[in-house]
């Protein structure tokens, strides 16, 4: 059975920077497209960030400011959020899906982890 379980949320000022971590369990994810998603009150859910063996994918809106990373040793993926603004608050989702699929789109994947809050006061 595969397991996410997120880490690292939290309050943070605008143009300040948070971690979040996602760490896998019951599968090893070297074959598995892994996802960041968030979700604000009231709004519907979004892609944020992916990656799979190849290559990494990011959304317009979080460009050059987050950063999505791996590490196979610890099965455990890592968003590095800088230069947060408040419109980045939101719950703060990982996904994965075995083998390849269309990245952004949250119906594309099979696990979820729990959520981690990120809160960005202006």
């Known amino acids: 059975q595969v397991q996410l379980v997120e880490s690292g949320g939290g309050l943070v000022q605008a143009g300040g920077s948070l971690r979040l971590s996602c760490a896998l369990s019951?599968?090893?994810?070297?074959?598995?497209?892994m996802g960041w998603f968030r979700q604000a009150p009231g709004k519907e859910r979004e892609f944020v960030a992916a990656?799979?063996?190849?290559?990494?994918y990011y959304a317009d809106s979080v460009k050059g400011r987050f950063t999505i990373s791996s590490d196979n040793a610890k099965n455990t993926i890592y968003l590095q959020m800088n230069s947060l603004k408040p419109e980045d608050t939101a719950a703060y989702f990982c996904?994965?899906?075995?083998?390849?699929?269309?990245?952004?789109?949250?119906?594309?994947?099979?696990?979820w982890g729990q959520g981690t809050q990120v809160t960005v006061s202006s």
């Open positions: 996904a994965a899906r075995y083998g390849g699929g269309r990245y952004a789109s949250g119906d594309e994947y099979d696990y």
């Open positions: 019951g599968r090893t994810f070297g074959r598995y497209l």
């Open positions: 990656l799979n063996y190849w290559n990494t």
